[in-house]
Structure formats: structure tokens, C-alpha cells
């Protein structure tokens, strides 16, 4: 049973960053494409980045600039470099091999002062 495991979430002042990182277990992680997603409170979950074993990457608007994904296959992880976040990014953030539908137990993320 394939696992994914979020970490780096936390409370940071807007303006700040924050890097989430979503280690997966098993050998075929350099297989899978990742995605990155958030569920702020009272919404429903939303995509925020992408990247296929290849290494190309997608955003959505609301990360354009802001956010970077990037994975190291040879530590099996993926992960979420977040600048100047925005209250508006507050939420639980997941990341989920696109491949399978699995995903992890979420890292939560709050931006406030």
C-alpha cells in the first residue's frame, strides 16, 4: 500500500514562505505525476500545482509566481516552495499521486499577523 506523508505546514505572517514537502513510499515514485491541492475552511478542495515524472509543472492562477513544485526522486518526495503567501492561501494543503487517487493526511497552512 503505496503512502504519502505531507510535513511543513505551520502559521506564517503574510508576506512570508513556507516549503511543504509529501514523501511517498514504495520504488515507483519517479513514475508517478504529483499534485499539489488545498482545502480552505468551508470550501471545497482546490488544485494548486502539478508536476508529471517528467518534470513538467503546472500552476493554477492563484500560484503562478508564488508557488514552486519540484520533486527529488532519489529521496522519493515532492514539494510546495510557497512565497509572499496571502491569507487567502490558509487551508490544509494535500498532495496526491495523480496516477492512483491516493493521497496524504494533509499539513495545514495558516497565513496570518
Known amino acids: 500500500q503505496v503512502q504519502l506523508v505531507e510535513s511543513g505546514g505551520g502559521l506564517v505572517q503574510p508576506g512570508g514562505s513556507l516549503r511543504l514537502s509529501c514523501v511517498v513510499s514504495g520504488r515507483m515514485f519517479s513514475t508517478y505525476a504529483m499534485a499539489w491541492y488545498r482545502q480552505a475552511p468551508g470550501k471545497q478542495r482546490e488544485w494548486v500545482a502539478g508536476?508529471?515524472?517528467?518534470?513538467?509543472?503546472n500552476y493554477a492562477n492563484s500560484a503562478k509566481g508564488r508557488f514552486t513544485i519540484s520533486r527529488d526522486n532519489a529521496k522519493s518526495t515532492v514539494y510546495l516552495q510557497m512565497n509572499s503567501l496571502k491569507p487567502e492561501d490558509t487551508g490544509v494543503y494535500y498532495c496526491t499521486i495523480v496516477q492512483l487517487g491516493i493521497w496524504g493526511q494533509g499539513t495545514p497552512v495558516t497565513v496570518s499577523s
Open positions: 508536476m508529471a515524472s517528467g518534470g513538467a509543472t
